[in-house]
């Protein structure tokens, strides 16, 4: 299953890049053993629309021709806060049905549409607080990593 990241903002070069690329670059290299594969970050700039409702639905149109027929996770403040076990073990099970891509979406800063809440295969938050963009991408690559070293076995992840 190919897995991507779609990401409303651009990160600038930076410490938090380097660590964002390094859990990638890991997640790249142990997934394919498991049949995970990194797709890569799609990064869109944001909105210039002048309303928050505009700039959501905009924002929203573009992720939704990005994931097509994707399987949807969605990053939002929100959302349910899974364990890395639990995440690990609906990617797995999303792979074992046969979905052939996975695509997780960063909103911008004013959030995600209603639209893409209510078409969302899972709504996940990294806690009660709002994190910066940058923050939550260095938190995701460093999930998608635990994940696949849960699904392998590996001893990264201890409980």
């Known amino acids: 299953m190919r897995i991507g990241v779609h990401a409303v903002g651009r990160m600038k070069a930076g410490p938090e ?16 053993a498991i049949g995970l594969e990194f797709s890569g970050v799609s990064e869109i700039a944001e909105s210039r629309a002048k309303g928050t409702d505009e700039r959501r639905r905009e924002e929203a149109a573009a992720l939704d021709a990005y994931r097509k027929d994707a399987a949807l996770f969605l990053l939002d403040e929100r959302g349910a806060n899974p364990t890395s076990e639990d995440l690990a073990r609906r990617i797995g099970d999303l792979r074992d049905g046969g979905r052939r891509q996975l695509v997780f979406a960063i909103g911008g800063p004013d959030g995600h549409d209603a639209t893409s809440r209510a078409a969302a295969d899972l709504v996940i938050s990294f806690g009660a607080q709002t994190w910066p963009h940058q923050m939550v991408r260095v938190m995701l690559a460093e999930q998608l990593y635990r994940i696949s070293t849960i699904l392998s076995g590996h001893p990264y992840h201890r409980s």
């Open 17 to 32: 890049r380097e660590l964002a690329d390094r859990y990638f670059g890991r997640f790249a290299k142990t997934g394919p």
